[in-house]
């Protein structure tokens, strides 16, 4: 994959239909990965990553497996197949080795119609911490398939080793795995920071809180200055939702997207046209404001209960927010920031 500045890589998560419209702009906003459960053979001038759920399979497939492959079932403790997102999915065992050869033959179809790689979903280190309210929790028998993690390992080494292709899973809200990491090419951080409760028809979105975000961006960040893809997926519907994702999410060097629930549509947000050039420092830390400077502007974020005001020295004499306002400064600017409030000045009008 082409070496994109850290202030404009985006990762786009879109499980809609590839239309004339949406090609249209992914090209022209220059995104350069593309997260798809689409059938349709993708662009060949962008890198796009083939879609699959590793956890299990729809509910309209569970009576065959049932009659073909009932060992690959996991099951409550009450004997009820394990169910998940809605109930319209069970849990299969990916210990099982013709489950795996299963999800081997639909990433292998993936690739032969011009997928650049695959993007493993519902991701887990242990399958006990699985629960509500979307999740059930499933009986798995460690002592007869060791542990689950190392089965799921051994199936990103098998898609590594036998395709070449590129693999990034999704870590949900957890720390990346360790031992997942030396295999995979990357990883997706989701509601990070923004996330959202509820249904899909009415969700209720927040910001989770700030000391598990930091924790799991610091570990990230060590593998995003690896080179490894890490992208941070934020879900939100308001203009503070936007600015304070996108500067949570530009202190580090990750991929952004932001999206609501609904990942069939792309969102028309300003902070996914922003094109901030590479970095000119890590970020900083003055009071409780997070700041990082950028060739073409500058992010800040105040994840704190309480406002905050600093002043940063800054290598421009005018700054622009998205909104078109023009601020005359003289290479040093005051910061004022609300709680849980983020910030983006740009040296170009968007």
Request: net charge neutral; proline share 5%.
């Amino acid at each position: 994959m082409k070496s994109t500045p850290v202030g404009d890589r985006y990762a786009v998560v879109y499980y809609g239909k590839l239309t004339s419209d949406i090609l249209k702009l992914i090209r022209e906003r220059g995104y350069d990965l593309w997260i798809s459960s689409s059938a349709i053979r993708p662009p060949k001038d962008v890198v796009t990553i083939g879609y699959i759920n590793t956890l299990g399979l729809p509910v309209r497939m569970l009576d065959w497996v049932k009659k073909n492959h009932p060992d690959w079932i996991l099951y409550t403790k009450n004997g009820e197949p394990a169910k998940y997102w809605f109930k319209t999915a069970f849990m299969c065992n990916i210990a099982v080795e013709s489950f795996q050869d299963y999800l081997m033959d639909r990433i292998k179809d993936l690739v032969s119609r011009g997928f650049s790689g695959v993007f493993l979903d519902d991701i887990h280190e242990d399958p006990k911490w699985i629960g509500g309210p979307l999740y059930d929790t499933p009986v798995y028998d460690e002592s007869k398939y060791g542990k689950w993690i190392d089965a799921i390992v051994n199936f990103a080494r098998r898609v590594k080793e036998e395709l070449g292709i590129t693999v990034i899973y999704n870590a949900g809200w957890s720390k990346p795995i360790p031992k997942l990491m030396e295999v995979v090419d990357g990883v997706m951080l989701e509601s990070h920071p923004g996330s959202w409760r509820g249904n899909l028809e009415n969700p209720e979105y927040y910001y989770r809180e700030w000391d598990n975000i930091y924790e799991v961006s610091l570990v990230a960040q060590k593998y995003a200055k690896e080179d490894k893809i890490v992208i941070a997926l934020s879900y939100g519907n308001t203009k503070g939702a936007e600015l304070y994702t996108y500067a949570v999410t530009r202190l580090f060097d990750f991929y952004y997207w932001y999206a609501t629930p609904d990942l069939s549509k792309i969102v028309d947000a300003k902070v996914l046209k922003i094109r901030l050039g590479e970095p000119l420092a890590e970020y900083a830390k003055i009071d409780n404001i997070y700041y990082r400077i950028y060739e073409r502007g500058l992010v800040a974020v105040n994840p704190s209960s309480r406002p905050c005001s600093i002043e940063v020295e800054v290598p421009w004499n005018r700054l622009y927010d998205l909104d078109g306002r023009s601020y005359s400064i003289n290479k040093r600017i005051k910061l004022n920031l609300s709680p849980e409030e983020g910030l983006v000045l740009l040296t170009y009008n968007v």
